[in-house]
């Protein structure tokens, strides 16, 4: 009979690096939900607030422009805290820089000062990089086969952003009469305080100082044919979102539309971005990732198309939410490439490095859409979104008939 010494410890098991993921998840996706409303508050006012405070209407979409090179400007340095120092010091960094945004935004519409509204919403675009890599720290909480309905779910968060964003514009611009949308963003600076209450209760495993420093060179995994087809349709997706729906406000006040049937377009607009997030997991779990970006790709041309046939405010609402859905199934699948292109110790520097790309190339978007707008109208800024979406469609089809021909 074999004697077991009950004084000596047995050896705990160890943690399984998922027993948080219900948790981080919910909590991640509740964050989204709050986080999310400082990108509709920026895209439903950014272009108002600019046009009455630019030293000339060629600038009126400046502050959106400055909001996306806030978001490729600190796309890099977000991954490398969150590489160094852990996801959850890079959001509470970031959400930082949301509170701080709104605050200055409100300080610039008080002195009429257009240079800081313009660092208010450069603020809040290095705030809005943060919130988009909430998708890929939901990734890390569950095994890989569900990987893209964790992305996929914490993106639905963004519905209630959706609602929440332009119900605090619709609620609050007239509050203080002399000065109008002071107090929304005084309301942003609230709710990003309220989403860094909720993301200290997130528990993600810190980076093991090894992990850090391994993987391959990043000028190898960008050089692969998935990725450089994932980082295009992705760039695509949200450069025309973001190029449409920046000019969609103004375009609508300069068709003689009241704010409030912009400020529900954008809510709609919103909702559509994020509502699909509930089942595009599942579908590329089913159909695979290429066949939804596609399909996204589709549907914006397709938001582009309706757009051209009038400018009623029917008109304006059903291109922004095909806009949305588009970019969903665009952004998210594009996404879920991303995944396929990296080991565990690269994901920080090539996720980062494919918002950067992504980013980056919106601000061009953002700063040709408001010029256009002014010199060529509505119907130049739609006509010009099939030539990128044109290109997306040929880099999807070779990449996809490349995949066909290695795996038979």
Not at 153 to 167: E, H, R
């Amino acid at each position: 009979m074999s004697h077991v010494d009950s004084s000596t410890p047995t050896a705990a098991p160890l943690p399984s690096p998922y027993i948080h993921a219900k948790s981080n998840i919910a909590r991640l996706t509740v964050a989204q939900a709050f986080a999310g409303a400082n990108s509709a508050i920026i895209y439903s006012t950014g272009a108002i607030v600019g046009n009455e405070l630019a030293p000339s209407h060629a600038l009126a979409t400046l502050p959106i422009s400055i909001f996306v090179v806030g978001m490729a400007a600190c796309s890099l340095p977000s991954g490398a805290i969150a590489q160094r120092y852990g996801r959850r010091t890079a959001f509470l960094i970031g959400t930082g820089c949301g509170v701080l945004a709104g605050l200055l935004a409100a300080s610039a519409v008080m002195v009429d000062s257009f240079w800081l509204f313009n660092a208010a919403t450069f603020l809040a675009g290095a705030y809005a990089a943060v919130v988009l890599s909430f998708r890929f720290a939901a990734a890390d909480c569950v095994q890989s086969d569900r990987r893209p309905r964790a992305l996929s779910f914490v993106m639905a968060g963004g519905v209630f952003a959706g609602v929440i964003g332009p119900q605090l514009v619709t609620y609050t611009m007239n509050v203080w009469a002399p000065h109008t949308f002071a107090v929304t963003f005084l309301a942003q600076a609230a709710v990003a305080a309220i989403s860094a209450f909720i993301l200290l209760g997130v528990r993600l495993p810190k980076p093991l100082t090894a992990a850090a420093a391994g993987g391959r060179p990043i000028g190898i995994i960008a050089r692969q044919p998935r990725f450089v087809t994932a980082v295009v349709c992705a760039t695509v997706s949200y450069l025309l979102m973001n190029f449409l729906m920046t000019a969609a406000p103004l375009a609508m006040q300069m068709c003689g539309l009241p704010q409030t049937s912009s400020n529900l377009g954008i809510q709609w607009h919103i909702i559509a971005m994020y509502g699909p997030s509930f089942f595009t997991g599942r579908l590329i779990t089913r159909f695979g990732a290429q066949r939804v970006v596609m399909t996204g790709l589709m549907l914006i041309a397709l938001s582009a198309a309706v757009g051209l046939t009038g400018v009623n405010v029917a008109h304006f609402w059903l291109t922004l939410i095909l806009l949305g859905v588009g970019w969903n199934f665009g952004f998210v699948g594009a996404s879920a490439l991303v995944l396929e292109c990296h080991g565990p110790e690269e994901k920080a520097r090539v996720q980062s490095l494919n918002d950067f790309i992504v980013f980056g190339t919106m601000t061009f978007g953002s700063l040709l859409s408001g010029d256009l707008l002014t010199s060529y109208g509505w119907n130049t800024v739609l006509s010009l979104s099939f030539v990128p979406l044109t290109l997306a469609m040929f880099a999807l089809i070779v990449s996809a008939t490349a995949h066909r021909r290695i795996v038979s």
